[in-house]
Every structure is written in structure tokens, then in C-alpha cells.
Nanobody
Framework: QEHLVESGGGSVQAGGSLKLACTASGFTAKPYLMGWFRQVPGNEREWVASIYTIGGDTYYADSVKGRFTISRDNAKRTAYLEMNMLKPEDTAMYYC??????????????????WGQGTQVTVGS
């Protein structure tokens, strides 16, 4: 059974930093794309960043570009999201996602097959 488990969420003041981790287990084949999404109650799930596990190409939403960094450690089967210069509008539940099927996009939630349970990030003003 495939599992994604996020960690590292918490509460910080605006301008602070947090680093999220997502560890994958139970996968018979390594996902070829890992992504981070976030969601505020009442809103749709929003794509934040994606990384290809082979090659390491990264992609970011405009709202986080220059502040957030996605990375991965294939040996540890872990993806990270380093978040700097956090703003109150970054407050959300953050979800890790994994994609094994080829095709589709690197940013639409429906194109990712596996999801973690989420970790809360709260940024105070």
C-alpha cells in the first residue's frame, strides 16, 4: 500500500521559514513526479511546486517563485518544500502528492494519483 506522509508544518510569523518533508513508502516503482499543493477551507486545492524525481527539474506557482524551493532525496524517498519569506496568505493545509502515470500535467491535482494527509502551515502577521 502506497503512503505519503508529510511533516514539518507549524506556526511562524510573517517573514519566517519552514521546511516540509514528504516521505513515500510502499511504492513498488518510484513516482516520477512529486508535487506540493495547498488548500484553504472553502477554496480549491492550489498547486505550489513540482519536481521530477529523475533529472530534478522543478516548477513553481508564480505566488511562491523565489520564496519556496522544492527538492528531493531519492535515496530517502523524500521530497522537501523549503518555504522562506512566508506571508499570511501562505497559511493553508499543505499536501504532498505523487504521480506515476505518464502524461497529463505537473500541476493539476487530478493528474496526481497519491496524496498525503496534509500538514498545517499558519503564518501570523
Amino acid at each position: 500500500q502506497e503512503h505519503l506522509v508529510e511533516s514539518g508544518g507549524g506556526s511562524v510569523q510573517a517573514g519566517g521559514s519552514l521546511k516540509l518533508a514528504c516521505t513515500a513508502s510502499g511504492f513498488t516503482a518510484k513516482p516520477y513526479l512529486m508535487g506540493w499543493f495547498r488548500q484553504v477551507p472553502g477554496n480549491e486545492r492550489e498547486w505550489v511546486a513540482s519536481i521530477y524525481t529523475i533529472g530534478g527539474d522543478t516548477y513553481y506557482a508564480d505566488s511562491v517563485k523565489g520564496r519556496f524551493t522544492i527538492s528531493r532525496d531519492n535515496a530517502k524517498r523524500t521530497a522537501y518544500l523549503e518555504m522562506n519569506m512566508l506571508k499570511p496568505e501562505d497559511t493553508a493545509m499543505y499536501y504532498c502528492a505523487a504521480k506515476q502515470r505518464r502524461g497529463g500535467t505537473s500541476y493539476l491535482p487530478g493528474d496526481f494519483e497519491y496524496w498525503g494527509q496534509g500538514t498545517q502551515v499558519t503564518v501570523g502577521s
